[in-house]
């Protein structure tokens, strides 16, 4: 890896940490600020994807609205690929946190997040976010762990 | 996109389309001959991960051999972002095909695919793929149509 691309690699770890703080703080506009206007998100819960980050704003602070209290957000197993202009991560990550039903919640799903730098700024153009299913029963698998 | 970013994106459009035809022939090896021996795979059924080629080349061999007869197999929606050896592709992926229990399969699932160019050549290094699911019942949603 060049300089160049382990500088990128470093700046898109930064966005990376950044946004895991803005997610423990349910902060919407600082955990939505990294997304390009056009992105497409392929979220862990239907519908098949959303589009738009003023839509992806609206899936976040529903979903920041849905837990009662702190809310634990952690990432394992980061791989960063960055090159020049294009970058792509992918990691495991967390939620541990009681819904405002009383239910304590701890999921792991895998993400993997795409990333464009366009006039200096990097932004996730893709994300995808997921949880597999079993396939005997139909059921998504929560309660998976790494 | 420079000359040179179009024609990566070029040769991963034809790997791509290389790719899909081995699927419908239901061709293990020319369905997996892209990837990298280490790719760490998000598969649309459990587990939470597969890693290296021939744990990938395995599973993929499980699923062929669930079918009887045609399968087909359809990608709309994609999106290619490639600059010099990086690249990252998503789309939504149609199978069509029978079981071999007699059971019609009918079935989108989303998919992204990452991409590195070593020594010249294109090897997906991680693929995340999946259905997301329904928050109210907890199933996978399974019917979805873009």
């Not at 349910?26 to 992105?39: F, I, L, N, Q």
């Not at 979220?43 to 837990?67: C, H, M, N, Q, T």
């Not at 294009?86 to 999921?107: E, P, Q």
Request: aromatic content about 8%; charged content about 25%.
């Amino acid at each position: 890896m060049t300089a160049h691309n382990a500088n990128a690699a470093a700046e898109i770890r930064a966005l990376i940490d950044d946004r895991a703080k803005a997610i423990r703080a349910k902060d919407v506009e600082g955990s939505t600020a990294g997304y390009a206007p056009d992105v497409l998100l392929f979220d862990v819960v239907s519908p098949l994807r959303y589009v738009g980050r003023d839509a992806v704003r609206k899936r976040l602070a529903e979903w920041f609205s849905s837990f009662e209290g702190p809310l634990g957000f952690e990432q394992r197993d980061l791989g960063i690929r960055a090159q020049h202009d294009v970058a792509f991560v992918h990691s495991l990550n967390r939620v541990t946190a009681t819904t405002i039903d009383g239910t304590k919640l701890d999921m792991w799903w895998r993400a993997t997040v795409c990333w464009r730098r366009t006039g200096g700024t990097w932004r996730i153009t893709h994300e995808h976010a997921s949880v597999p299913f079993d396939a005997a029963s139909g059921h998504a698998s929560l309660g998976l762990k790494p």
